[in-house]
């Protein structure tokens, strides 16, 4: 199983910064991508930023060159700081993982429960 709990959300003026951690309790399984996704309301949730197991990054063009993600593999967690904020990254953040039971090989998607991130104007 892997349970992901987030923290760091909030209430941000634009133009700021705040930094979303993840960490990530693992029994029987790797975790191979981790990352975040976020969705506003009236729309479909999309991806942020992902990193691989080799640190290999995926970014949202909307978000490249703003955000940063990092990954400890050694302590299950993930971070995205979060740059030059704009109103339209009002959103709730999801972290996600996707993990490879240790017994079968199968892969599955496990999710947060979500932090709240409001930028204002």
């Known amino acids: 199983q892997v349970h992901l709990v987030e923290s760091g959300g909030g209430l941000v003026q634009a133009g700021g910064s705040l930094r979303l951690s993840c960490a990530a309790s693992?029994?029987?399984?790797?975790?191979?991508?981790i990352g975040w996704y976020r969705q506003a309301p009236g729309k479909e949730r999309e991806l942020v930023a992902t990193?691989?197991?080799?640190?290999?990054?995926n970014y949202a063009d909307s978000v490249r060159g703003r955000f940063t993600i990092s990954r400890d593999n050694a302590k299950n967690t993930v971070a995205l700081q979060m740059n030059i904020l704009k109103p339209e990254d009002t959103a709730v953040y999801y972290c996600?993982?996707?993990?490879?039971?240790?017994?079968?090989?199968?892969?599955?998607?496990?999710w947060g429960q979500g932090t709240q991130v409001t930028v204002s104007t």
């Open positions: 996600h993982a996707q993990g490879r039971a240790y017994y079968g090989g199968l892969v599955y998607d496990f």
């Open positions: 693992v029994s029987s399984f790797s975790i191979n991508a």
């Open positions: 990193i691989s197991s080799g640190s290999s990054t």
